[in-house]
């Protein structure tokens, strides 16, 4: 079992940047790929990226790509999602993962372990 607790969320403008951290507490962090999820109001929760149990290989949804950043310090047992020019588009709840088959998946469904979310806002 492990247990993840999503911060960093908050108001900001259309354009500007925020930084997601997720921190986990139970069994050993290193041996999970994390992803990252958001749903907004009304929709579907979403991929928006993952990232392998050493670092290495990283996984983006398309509306993301060139402007989101998942990575991971599991010394800290921690992932990270650094978000740029964000966009009204991306207001949501975000939610942090963990997958212990290590499939660096975009399917909500493959992930085991859940955060409660953190709530990001984008003013236009």
């Known amino acids: 079992q492990v247990q993840l607790v999503e911060s960093g969320g908050g108001l900001v403008q259309a354009g500007g940047s925020l930084r997601l951290s997720c921190t986990a507490s139970g069994r050993t962090f290193s041996v999970y790929d994390m992803g990252w999820f958001r749903q907004a109001p009304g929709k579907e929760r979403e991929f928006v990226a993952a990232?392998?149990?050493?670092?290495?290989?990283?996984k983006y949804a398309d509306s993301v790509k060139g402007r989101f950043t998942i990575s991971r310090d599991n010394a800290k047992n921690a992932v990270y999602l650094q978000m740029n020019s964000l966009k009204g588009e991306d207001t949501a709840v975000y939610y942090c993962a963990a997958d212990r088959q290590l499939r660096l998946s975009g399917l909500g469904s493959d992930y085991d372990y859940w955060g409660q979310g953190t709530q990001v806002t984008v003013s236009s």
């Open positions: 990232i392998s149990w050493s670092g290495g290989p990283t």
